[in-house]
C-alpha cells in the first residue's frame, strides 16, 4: 500500500532543496519533447505553486497520460466489488489486531472497525495508509487544492487536451481488490497494523527521496519495502507488470505528439521503470533539476 501514496516531503532540509521528479524525454525521432512527472497520490496541487518548470511542461505538452481516468469511476458500481458476501474482519483477524485497526480508524475517520465487518481488508488498508501517510508526513496537509493527480486530469479537460489512461477503472479495482484473495489481504492487514513502525520509517526515507528528486534513493527505499514486507509476485504486478504494460503505449503517443506523463513516482523508479525502460529503447531522459529559480525570476 505504500506504493498507492509515493511520495512526499518530510524534513526542513528536504523543503529547502525541493526539486520537481519532472524528466525531459527526446530523441529516437521525436518531433517534440515530452515529459514524465512523477506524483504523490495525497499531495494537493497547490504544491506545483513553486515548480513552473512543471506547469510549464504541462502546457506545452499537447497531450496529457494519466494512470486512470478518476472522474470515470461509479461510486455506485464499484462499492459492492469492496464487500465480502460470505466472511467478515472479525472472523479473520485475531482480537488484538481488531482493537488496535478499530482504535485507530476511531482516531482518524471517527469510526470503528465493527461498521466496515464486511469490508475488503485491502479496503481498510487502503484508508488507513492513508491516514498514516498524513501523520508520517506532517507537511503534506499544507499543501492544498485537489489531489494532484486529478487535478492533472481537470487541467488537461479544462484546456481541452487530449487524456489518455494508462489503465482503466476496472483495472485498478481488480488488482487493488479482486486478484488477492481476501485471506491474503487479510494477512497483509494483519502485517501492517503490526508493523506500523516499520512502516513509518521506511515511508519517510522514501518521502525525503521524493522531495529531492533522488531517483536512486527512491528504489533503495522500494526495495527495503519488498524485502520487509512485500511479496515479490506482489511486487512484480504492483510495479513491473504494469510498467512493461504501458510501455507498449507510450512510445507511440510520444511519436504522435508530445505529452505530459504524470504517474506515481515509484513507476519512474528502478530497473524496469520509466526512466530506465525509455533509456533502453534510445531516448534521451534528462531530469530537469534547477530551473524553477530562474523561472520564478
Do not use: C
Amino acid at each position: 500500500m505504500l506504493f498507492a501514496f509515493l511520495l512526499t516531503g518530510w524534513s526542513l532540509h528536504a523543503q529547502q532543496n525541493r526539486q520537481p521528479f519532472l524528466y525531459k524525454v527526446s530523441g529516437k525521432g521525436l518531433k517534440e519533447a515530452s515529459y514524465l512527472f512523477g506524483t504523490y497520490h495525497l499531495l494537493g496541487n497547490s504544491y506545483l505553486d513553486a515548480f513552473p518548470s512543471v506547469m510549464r511542461a504541462f502546457k506545452e505538452s499537447k497531450g496529457v497520460v494519466i494512470e486512470v481516468r478518476l472522474s470515470q469511476a461509479d461510486p455506485y458500481r464499484l462499492a459492492p466489488l469492496m464487500l465480502m458476501h460470505d466472511n467478515s474482519l472479525s472472523a479473520m483477524l485475531d482480537t488484538a489486531v481488531y482493537e488496535a485497526l478499530s482504535n485507530d480508524l476511531h482516531r482518524f475517520y471517527g469510526i470503528r472497525l465493527q461498521e466496515l465487518d464486511q469490508m475488503k481488508p485491502a479496503m481498510v488498508s487502503t484508508m488507513l495508509m492513508a491516514a498514516y501517510a498524513r501523520e508520517w508526513d506532517s507537511t503534506v496537509n499544507q499543501f492544498k487544492g485537489k489531489e494532484i493527480d486529478a487535478w492533472f486530469e481537470l487541467m488537461a479537460d479544462s484546456l481541452k487536451k487530449p487524456v489518455t489512461a494508462l489503465e482503466s477503472v476496472d483495472d485498478q479495482l481488480k488488482l487493488l481488490f479482486l486478484d488477492t484473495e481476501e485471506s491474503k489481504q487479510a494477512q497483509d492487514l494483519i502485517m501492517l497494523s503490526r508493523n506500523i513502525n516499520r512502516y513509518g520509517d521506511n515511508f519517510r526515507k522514501m518521502i525525503h527521496a521524493y522531495y529531492v528528486a533522488d531517483l536512486d534513493s527512491l528504489w533503495a527505499g522500494v526495495q527495503d519495502e519488498v524485502r520487509d514486507s512485500m511479496p515479490m509476485d506482489a511486487a512484480r504486478i504492483m510495479l513491473d507488470d504494469r510498467n512493461n504494460a504501458w510501455m507498449q503505449q507510450l512510445p507511440a503517443l510520444m511519436r504522435g505528439s508530445s505529452q505530459f506523463v504524470a504517474v506515481g513516482a515509484a513507476h519512474l523508479a528502478g530497473p524496469s521503470g520509466l526512466v530506465a525502460a525509455l533509456r533502453r529503447q534510445g531516448y534521451a531522459v534528462e531530469p530537469m533539476r534547477g530551473q524553477d529559480a530562474q523561472l520564478q525570476k
